[in-house]
């Protein structure tokens, strides 16, 4: 019972943690209907970011304070010297030209930091665990990581809600032209939109580096699940992105845990463990097939 | 009719004549060798570590292996099976070496080592050792100078069974390499397995792993997670404050030096096991580690000294055939004759072209500021792989 309480827990931090990097990406692919690959690699420089100044600060804080606009100002970059000439193209073209991204990033990262992963640990006054009920002892920056991942979520509920910069988002993604004519600069509204995602992304890889290792590459392998996410949540919707994320980290999780165990009851120990590592590797896609057999749109289509 | 014979009479003469001069100057031409290795993206730094070390052995002969002339072809695969076949058969055909070297993963050697070799390529596999090229599927121009995949697990296993540790939690990725690890911890290790868990390939939280070892508190957990996933597993299963109560043990790859710093003094204390050490104390070693730190400013890897080992192998298979490399038959008996000073120490070829050699035990300690390894025993003496009997060589 407390493994399963732990569990779920552990579920809700993943889902979390792959909701810094989902917010960002489906608020660029909803709004500005770009297909971004190398949204990982926004998330890589934050981490190696954050890495090299705490390292050489001393002081993790310091390293999120200097990473945050770092990865802001490295997105808008892109986006003013790539991305822009993106939008009218075909998704295809888009695929192709932030692989290339991709690529350049890796390489940018290894031609700074060198070819080998670096070291980002976590901050002291987070080091530690915390007993949250008797027999449950939690990491302290795990706890830190959900509580990040509730102020993002609550932060872009006022921005997309509340805010006017929040209205002309909307609004420029129902009707860019419209917006345009009554004299809004959406070149510029485009550059900040995708500045607040690549932000978000670095954000992503500062909670990321002292748990995860931070090496070149590293956003590709979770990139897939974020993908997965925003499929099921609904292209464009931060909500659906929440939600998406909750639902692939607990399925995920407690697929990793309890499906072996659930297949021994039925068949030989040996072949329980290779059909439930097998199977639970598929869970979270065949959570996305269920869903869009029963919500084509994902569970929050946006608009359109 | 009559111009195509002439034609072709013609042609016959060119071809023979250059035939003629290429045959000629073979004496006086450098031995090419071509080194196909992961040089850029992830997975970058083993490959440097193997071309860095590699690179070391010729420079101290001042570009010569073993008094031979050589020409060095370097090319990057990317970790790309696709890439590197494609790389292959270009030095194959188009440069046409003589010896190759290079792969770090499994699955690039599975895909590139068995078509060189038919051609009559010697291939000297400086890192992947997978058992499809150990056992039924071995050949004589195939030669491993690392190990064979499953040595370093079946030591841990070996280890842990002398120690008389009652029961472990083992943990690998689900994709042939985990598989054959956890398989060959388990060849020598008789205790109770109190959990077997392949995880995903790539994958970078263990929360889900992690409990379930605290769950079932065994007296010990082995994993094979290589690159970031062990980083991304120590550094977890660390933060979770387990490694105070169930000691993590594994291979040497998630305890290299090359990783090490990234993982932090989440991996001190750590037992691993490990064919080599930079304390090894032998002659040949000394110089290793001392020229390597004065060439590239780090201490070297595990697999910077299978590099070097590489070319020390070809250095002396060379200098016994006189830098002749068209007698394959004389070439691959002087590379089968091992006659170097292995920086591991005793080492010689089993009859599958592997190692016999000593596999030792190592633990994580700090020097200073750097974190590094210290051999603490052995766990095999004059060790050969499992597969060597199913080999007809």
Redesign the interface.
């Known amino acids: 019972m407390l493994?399963l309480l732990?569990?779920i827990l552990?579920?809700l931090?993943?889902g979390v943690?792959l909701f810094l990097l989902a917010a960002g990406l489906t608020l660029v692919l909803g709004i500005m209907n770009l297909v971004n690959l190398a949204h990982g690699s926004l998330y890589m420089v934050g981490a190696f970011v954050t890495a090299a100044v705490t390292s050489w600060s001393g002081s993790f804080m310091i390293g999120l304070a200097i990473a945050l606009p770092a990865t802001m100002l490295v997105g808008m970059l892109v986006e003013v010297i790539v991305l822009r000439r993106l939008y009218p193209r075909h998704h295809l073209d888009q695929v192709l030209a932030t692989f290339g991204l991709i690529l350049f990033f890796?390489?940018l990262v290894?031609v700074l930091w060198?070819?080998?992963?670096?070291?980002l640990?976590?901050p002291e006054f987070l080091?530690?665990?915390v007993e949250l009920l008797p027999g449950i002892?939690y990491?302290a920056?795990?706890l830190a990581i959900i509580l990040v991942g509730l102020l993002v979520a609550l932060f872009l509920y006022f921005l997309t809600q509340r805010t006017r910069i929040g209205m002309l988002i909307r609004a420029g993604a129902s009707n860019r032209e419209m917006v345009g004519a009554l004299g809004v600069n959406v070149g510029l509204l485009y550059t900040i939109v995708f500045g607040i995602g690549a932000m978000l992304a670095g954000l992503a890889g500062v909670m990321?580096g002292?748990?995860?290792?931070?090496?070149?590459?590293?956003g590709e392998?979770?990139l897939i699940q974020v993908f997965v996410v925003i499929v099921i949540g609904g292209i464009g919707s931060i909500r659906g992105a929440l939600i998406g994320s909750i639902l692939v980290g607990l399925v995920d999780?407690?697929g990793?845990?309890f499906l072996?165990t659930a297949l021994r009851l039925i068949m030989d120990p040996s072949r329980a463990?290779?059909m439930g590592?097998?199977l639970?590797?598929m869970s979270i896609y065949m959570l996305m097939a269920l869903v869009l057999f029963v919500k084509p749109q994902g569970l929050f289509r946006a608009h359109g | 009719m009559k111009f195509g014979l002439k034609s072709i009479a013609v042609s016959a003469a060119i071809v023979l004549s250059w035939g003629a001069a290429t045959v000629a100057t073979a004496k006086a031409e450098a031995v090419k060798i071509g080194m196909i290795t992961t040089l850029?993206?992830?997975g970058?730094?083993l490959g440097?570590d193997i071309r860095d070390g590699f690179q070391l052995a010729v420079d101290q002969e001042g570009g010569k292996l073993g008094g031979a002339e050589i020409e060095l072809i370097i090319e990057d695969d990317a970790r790309e099976p696709d890439r590197a076949t494609e790389i292959a058969s270009r030095m194959v055909d188009r440069d046409q070496v003589d010896i190759m070297t290079g792969l770090v993963w499994s699955n690039l050697a599975i895909a590139i080592v068995p078509k060189v070799v038919r051609d009559d390529i010697i291939y000297i596999s400086p890192n992947a050792g997978p058992s499809l090229l150990a056992g039924a599927g071995c050949n004589a121009n195939y030669f491993n100078v690392a190990w064979q995949n499953d040595n370093l697990h079946e030591a841990i296993g070996q280890y842990l069974q002398d120690r008389g540790v009652g029961s472990a939690f083992i943990l690998a990725p689900?994709y042939p390499a985990g598989q054959d690890a956890l398989t060959g911890f388990k060849r020598y290790y008789k205790g109770d397995i109190k959990g077997?868990?392949?995880?995903?390939l790539?994958?970078?939280?263990y929360?889900?792993?992690i409990?379930?070892v605290r769950?079932a508190s065994p007296d010990a957990v082995f994993f094979f997670l290589p690159?970031?996933?062990?980083?991304?597993f120590i550094?977890?299963y660390n933060?979770?404050?387990l490694d105070k109560s169930v000691p993590l043990y594994g291979p040497a790859f998630s305890f290299d030096q090359?990783?090490l710093?990234?993982?932090?003094?989440a991996a001190l204390g750590v037992i691993n096991s490990s064919q080599w050490n930079k304390d090894l104390n032998n002659e040949a070693n000394n110089r290793f580690v001392a020229d390597f730190q004065k060439a590239y400013g780090r201490l070297p890897s595990l697999y910077a000294s299978q590099g070097y080992d590489a070319a020390r192998l070809i250095a002396s298979a060379l200098s016994a055939t006189g830098g002749n490399v068209s007698d394959k038959d004389a070439l691959r008996a002087a590379i089968k004759a091992a006659n170097f000073d292995s920086v591991r120490g005793e080492f010689r070829f089993g009859n599958n072209n592997h190692p016999i050699q000593d596999i030792y035990v190592r633990r994580v300690i700090k020097e200073g500021d750097v974190l590094t390894n210290e051999i603490i025993g052995k766990a095999f003496h004059d060790h050969q792989d499992a597969y060597a009997a199913d080999c007809k060589l």
């Open positions: 493994l732990e569990q552990n579920g931090q993943f943690m890796n390489e290894r060198g070819p080998r992963p670096v070291f640990d976590v080091n530690g665990s002892p990491p920056y795990r990321a002292p748990v995860y290792s931070v090496e070149m590459g590293m392998a979770i999780t407690l990793r845990s072996p463990d290779g590592s097998a639970s590797s | 850029s993206g992830g970058s730094a440097i689900n077997e868990l392949y995880t995903k790539g994958q970078t939280d929360a889900a792993e409990a379930q769950d690159g970031g996933m062990g980083i991304s550094k977890q933060q979770a404050g090359a990783i710093g990234a993982v932090g003094d």
